[in-house]
Nanobody, 125 residues
Framework: VQLQASGGGLVQAGDCLRL?????????????MGWFRQAPGKEREFVAA????????LYADSVKGRFTISGDNAKNTVYLQMNSLKPEDTSVHYC???????????????????WGQGTLVTVSS
C-alpha cells in the first residue's frame, strides 16, 4: 500500500485547507485511515481517523469541531477538511492506513501499518 498526501500550504489564521491522501495498492474496505501531525520540536500527534467500512470517525480534542475527516472509497482517497486554522496547527501532516484498527487503537501511531510522506501546513497569525 502506498499513500500520497497532498494539499498543504501557507494560509492565514482563520483560513481553510483540505488535505487529500490517495491510497494505491491492496487496500481493503476494512482498513482504517488516519491523519497525524508533527510540529517542529514536538512529538507526532493524532489528528483524526476514519474506518472505511463504517465511516465512523474519531478526532483529537484540539481539532474537534474545526476539522472533518471523510473518505471516498471508490477513489481510495481520504480527506481532511481543516477550517478555522490556527497558528498552532502549523505542522507536517501525515496520512496513515491500518489493517487492524479498532476504536481503542485508532489514536495510536503504532497501530498503523502504512504511512505517506508528509505535507506541510503553515498557518500565519
Amino acid at each position: 500500500v502506498q499513500l500520497q498526501a497532498s494539499g498543504g500550504g501557507l494560509v492565514q489564521a482563520g483560513d481553510c485547507l483540505r488535505l487529500s491522501c490517495a491510497a494505491s495498492g491492496r487496500i481493503f474496505s476494512s482498513y482504517g485511515m488516519g491523519w497525524f501531525r508533527q510540529a517542529p520540536g514536538k512529538e507526532r500527534e493524532f489528528v483524526a481517523a476514519i474506518r472505511r467500512s463504517s465511516g465512523s470517525t474519531l478526532y483529537a480534542d484540539s481539532v474537534k469541531g474545526r476539522f472533518t475527516i471523510s473518505g471516498d472509497n471508490a477513489k481510495n482517497t481520504v480527506y481532511l477538511q481543516m477550517n478555522s486554522l490556527k497558528p498552532e496547527d502549523t505542522s507536517v501532516h501525515y496520512c496513515a492506513a491500518g489493517a487492524r484498527l479498532i476504536v481503542t487503537t485508532m489514536r495510536l501511531g503504532r497501530a498503523y501499518d502504512y504511512w505517506g510522506q508528509g505535507t506541510l501546513v503553515t498557518v500565519s497569525s
